[in-house]
């Protein structure tokens, strides 16, 4: 079945730590897409990418870093610099960058220990 | 920047019952799309409608799209318990990126 896959489905960062969310997808897509999502509240966009090698900041990159280096993957590092890494995080894929409907993983919620 | 704004915030229903969520946005937009979240897990999308479109129908979902006010609602018809969700309203009126408003959140009481 195609689809994406996100991993951890929990994650706990310590102080100061840079923690890695893997999203892996097999739908053949070009765009590719994170979001963070806090209670109550929408998704706001951290990054995305049109192509491989190639990525752009969205609404809130500060403290986010992507690479994609591969069709298939799109990794966010949470770094020590995101000061309230707190939330939900959404990865999703879409089959080009023209506002096409988008194809969601099943998140990885992260916390501070 | 949130472009789409849901309304109401939370809607309570008896199973059976319709539903309506209204969604009214800022800009002129290309396409807008409506997608469901259950709790935890990632957003489903459900419909897109087109700029040049009045109405969409999709099952027991049907959407409307008024582009003079700027605003669209989503219809779930004969509602169930399983329809109970957050609804999000998505609009691309900020060049190639989707923007999301903050939902509603639906409860259907069986």
């Known amino acids: 079945d195609g689809g994406i896959t996100q991993s951890p489905k929990y994650l706990f960062r310590k102080e100061g730590q840079n923690v890695t969310l893997s999203c892996e997808q097999n739908l053949n897509h070009d765009a590719m897409y994170w979001y963070r999502q806090d209670p109550g509240q929408g998704l706001r966009l951290i990054y995305y990418?049109?192509?491989?090698?190639?990525?752009q900041k969205g609404d809130i990159a500060e403290g986010y870093s992507v690479s994609r280096e591969k069709k298939e993957s799109f990794p966010l590092t949470v770094t020590s610099a995101q000061k309230n890494p707190t939330a939900f995080y959404l990865c999703?894929?879409?089959?080009?960058?023209?506002?096409?409907?988008?194809?969601f993983g099943d998140g990885t919620r992260l916390s501070i220990l | 920047s949130q472009q789409g704004e849901e309304d109401p915030q939370a809607l309570s229903i008896q199973e059976g019952e319709n539903a309506t969520m209204n969604c009214s946005y800022k800009t002129s937009i290309n396409n807008l799309q409506w997608y469901r979240q259950n709790s935890g897990r990632g957003l489903v999308h459900l419909i897109l409608i087109r700029s040049n479109e009045r109405e969409k129908h999709s099952g027991r979902l049907r959407v409307t799209l008024d582009t003079s006010k700027k605003s669209s609602s989503l219809l779930i018809t004969a509602s169930r318990a399983a329809d109970t969700a957050s609804y999000f309203c998505?609009?691309?009126?900020?060049?190639?990126?989707?923007?999301f408003g903050a939902g509603t959140i639906l409860r259907v009481k069986s």
């Open positions: 999703a894929s879409s089959i080009d960058n023209s506002n096409q409907p988008q194809h």
């Open positions: 990418s049109q192509i491989v090698n190639d990525f």
């Open positions: 998505a609009t691309d009126g900020y060049g190639n990126k989707l923007v």
